[in-house]
């Protein structure tokens, strides 16, 4: 059996029959730092679920990742025995049409669907499948190809991020995925993935010395010390993190970790405990100051916030617009406690009614969804699709935007903040002696390194004169505490100010689409070709230059198809 996984096909975030440019394809820059302009933090990640499926079958597979469509052709047209396609909801209209074109290119295949996408309605009858899989793949697909169902899941060597940039200028260091479960418990009513996973969770990693054995892997195969960790609420598992942490200590691991996790899972854990763990980003789920959820009952969540921070750990903070009570008088009460709370990255996303959920079914039932629009534009990032009582969806997108430009404003890039993060928690080890501890904060004084070119570029080009202020005073701090920047760190200042300056002319003129690399990953089969992976890039490239040839002459031929028509054209 040859298996080819494929994600959906680029390019994204443009306005075409099979996306919107709104759908951006990276996590930053399409729901956190889409308002900062040169200042957003753009990186893209691959599918893990995919190379997670992959790892753990015997048979030869193909992880193909951000493909153009005629890449994805040109792979079909080899005659897969199965092509297994992974799609949200947004992206319906991509996977539809891939798996139409399988069935034209290659009768034979059998294609399985896979992902959030397979919740929509009817969809047996909506996209040319053989298989669909609501739920874990990796079970189902080894049942699905005859393989042993219940063996031990293996984990995958996948980097975490990759094309990652602030300011135009590539970032440095080298972080992994890991996936320790899937699923969360909490059972939040517009959650897609705990009503996905059945409101449970399932452990691929149950115990802290599995994660551990996973990690020292991927540092040694990887270079990886730093991980980002998909999993829904992973600090909500205590004897799993608490033993890795004591493995950890025990070997001298000075790892860090990014990770999602709810207030009630956090609060287990004192600060010590979670500075000593290395996490440097955590993504919290506030939702909303007024309609409080279960996991958020009874927590401070600014103090939390700002005690992470304290501790040197970056904070993204998420909220919900358009929940039931808000109208236009009451919902600034939740976009300024959001804001409020100060974190180093604020998330607002649309209440979104995705299929599956019981925020679905509510609504649905209520006659309120909006069966109109079509499923690219269920992305949380335009317009709400159901008729809310206090806003028209022209509304919603103002309102949003507005909010995102707001936190903006007042707090300031959050490239500044997170950097203002790494220093409250070197300042906070700064009378460290235990070796453990003196290591952490070394590895905050690297961050702190790494960045601290970035700083004259917003000293100079914030959007504010509070946040040009803040980022000279913090330069001025990290001379007193690592003393001036030698000539290499200066060397690299001035690169910066160079790739802003080309960023900031970028997306003036092309925007602010990036498209990512394709990404081949052969499993227990033969590296794909030089040939086969420079051909996409070329292609990319060709129409890359097409486009901007296209759009540097149109507005000279709208003048001479003007003045040709005499003006009528204009009318
Ligand atoms: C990483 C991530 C991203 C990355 C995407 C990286 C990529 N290369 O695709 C980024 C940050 C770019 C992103 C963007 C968006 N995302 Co997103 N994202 C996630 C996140 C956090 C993790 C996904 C993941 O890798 N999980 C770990 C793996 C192991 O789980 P999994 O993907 O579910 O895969 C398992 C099964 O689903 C199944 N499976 C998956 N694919 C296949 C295929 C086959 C053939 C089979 C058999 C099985 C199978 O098997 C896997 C192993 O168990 C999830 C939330 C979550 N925790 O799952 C949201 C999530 C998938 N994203 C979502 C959405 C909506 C978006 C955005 C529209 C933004 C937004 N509004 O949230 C954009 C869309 C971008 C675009 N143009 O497509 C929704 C999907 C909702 C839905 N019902 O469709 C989720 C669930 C979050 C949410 N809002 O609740 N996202
Ligand atoms: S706590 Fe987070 S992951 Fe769990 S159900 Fe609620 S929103 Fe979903």
């Avoid at 939740?334 to 709370?341: A, F, P, S, T």
């Avoid at 904060?441 to 959007?463: C, D, F, K, N, T």
Wanted: hydrophobic share 40%; net charge positive.
């Amino acid at each position: 059996m040859r298996v080819l996984l494929s994600s959906v096909f680029k390019p994204y975030a443009v306005d075409d029959s099979f996306g919107r440019k709104e759908n951006v394809m990276e996590l930053f820059h399409n729901q956190v730092t889409r308002e900062q302009g040169i200042f957003s933090l753009r990186m893209n990640h691959p599918s893990s679920g995919l190379h997670l499926i992959a790892e753990n079958l015997d048979s030869p597979a193909l992880v193909l990742d951000f493909p153009s469509l005629a890449e994805f052709e040109r792979e079909v047209a080899k005659g897969y025995d199965v092509v297994g396609l992974s799609f949200i909801v947004p992206n319906f209209a991509k996977a539809q049409h891939m798996a139409k074109r399988v069935r034209e290119l290659s009768p034979r295949t059998r294609i399985v669907l896979g992902g959030h996408g397979t919740t929509v309605p009817d969809i047996e009858g909506l996209i040319e499948h053989d298989a669909l899989c609501r739920g874990d793949g990796v079970a189902f697909m080894r049942e699905y190809l005859g393989e042993q169902v219940d063996k031990p899941v293996r984990h995958p060597r996948v980097y975490s991020a990759f094309n990652r940039h602030f300011l135009g200028a590539p970032l440095s260091g080298t972080s992994a995925m890991v996936m320790p479960g899937n699923g969360c418990p909490n059972a939040c009513d517009f959650c897609c993935t705990t009503h996905f996973f059945q409101k449970k969770y399932t452990a691929f990693l149950e115990t802290g010395r599995q994660m551990y054995d996973v990690l020292c892997d991927l540092e040694k195969n990887l270079g990886a010390t730093e991980f980002f960790v998909l999993d829904e609420n992973f600090l909500k598992h205590r004897e799993r993190t608490v033993e890795l942490l004591s493995l950890m200590e025990a070997n001298g691991k000075q790892w860090s970790f990014g990770l999602f996790s709810s207030a009630e899972s956090i609060a287990q854990y004192g600060l010590d405990v979670l500075s000593r763990l290395g996490i440097f980003f955590l993504w919290i789920g506030v939702e909303s100051k007024r309609h409080v959820y279960a996991k958020n009952k009874g927590a401070d969540l600014r103090a939390l916030v700002q005690g992470l921070r304290s501790r040197g750990a970056c904070v993204l903070a998420s909220g919900i617009l358009f929940l039931d009570h808000h109208t236009k008088e009451n919902i600034d009460e939740d976009i300024d406690y959001l804001i409020g709370l100060e974190a180093d990255f604020v998330q607002f996303m649309q209440l979104g009614p995705l299929p599956g959920t019981a925020l679905y079914q509510r609504v649905e039932a209520s006659g309120k969804l909006r069966k109109d629009v079509p499923y690219e534009e269920w992305h949380g990032q335009k317009q709400v699709w159901f008729d809310h009582p206090g806003f028209t969806a022209a509304e919603t997108e103002t309102v949003l935007r507005a909010a995102f430009r707001r936190d903006y404003l007042t707090n300031g890039p959050s490239m500044l903040r997170m950097v203002e993060t790494y220093l409250r928690g070197y300042q906070n080890l700064a009378d460290a002696t235990e070796p453990y501890l003196v290591g952490r904060r070394g590895l905050l004084e690297q961050r702190l390194r790494e960045h601290r070119p970035s700083l004259a570029v917003i000293a100079r080009h914030a959007p504010t004169k509070a946040a040009r202020e803040r980022a000279r005073a913090t330069e001025g701090e990290l001379v007193r505490l690592l003393g001036p920047m030698d000539a290499v760190a200066q060397a690299k200042t001035l690169a910066v100010r160079a790739t802003a300056f080309a960023e900031a002319v970028r997306l003036a003129t092309v925007g602010s689409a990036r498209q990512p690399p394709t990404q081949w990953t052969p499993y227990r089969q033969a590296p794909v070709s030089l040939a086969t992976r420079t051909r996409g890039r070329f292609e990319a490239a060709v129409s890359a230059q097409a486009d901007r040839a296209r759009a540097a002459l149109a507005p000279g031929l709208a003048a001479a198809r003007w003045m040709l028509g005499g003006g009528a054209l204009a009318r």
